[in-house]
């Protein structure tokens, strides 16, 4: 769904999921502030949603999350996950997130941006997110 930025299952199976993220320092475009929030695939706007830091979770620093979740729920051993450290003075870098979820027929994923950066950052068109169904 090019508007949610959601991949919604047709049938139940294993799917492989692919995220890429171009992200750079704001230059006037819309951004992405410091928390989590959930990427649109009508970029370059992307639609912020602060969610409150849990016991156990990164804290603040120069770093950030991309997941793929389920459902909007990112759980430990459901959703797909990579950090990466962000480079200072760096003008664009990549971020990808790849592997396997098993999802029900009109279970859908979604991904999610966390910047524990202590500045906004901007998600770049030429990024993308992409679903393949292997099995069921």
């Given at each position: ?7 919604t ?24 502030p410091?928390?989590?929030c ?14 409150q ?9 120069n770093?950030?999350?991309?997941l ?8 430990r ?6 950090v ?22 009109g ?14 950052l ?9 679903a ?5």
């Amino acid at each position: 769904n090019l508007t949610s930025g959601q991949y919604t299952a047709p049938v139940a199976g294993y799917y492989t999921f692919s995220a890429t993220l171009r992200i750079s320092e704001p230059s006037g475009t819309p951004t992405t502030p410091p928390g989590r929030c959930r990427m649109a695939l009508t970029l370059p706007s992307v639609p912020a949603r602060r969610e409150q830091r849990r016991k156990g979770q990164l804290g603040r620093g120069n770093h950030l999350r991309v997941l793929i979740c389920v459902q909007s729920r990112c759980h430990r051993n459901s959703n797909l996950e990579t950090v990466s450290q962000l480079e200072s003075g760096g003008d664009l870098f990549t971020v990808s997130v790849t592997g396997v979820l098993y999802l029900q027929a009109g279970q859908y994923a979604s991904v999610f941006l966390d910047n524990a950066a202590d500045s906004p950052l901007t998600i770049q068109s030429g990024s993308d997110f992409s679903a393949i169904l292997l099995g069921v």
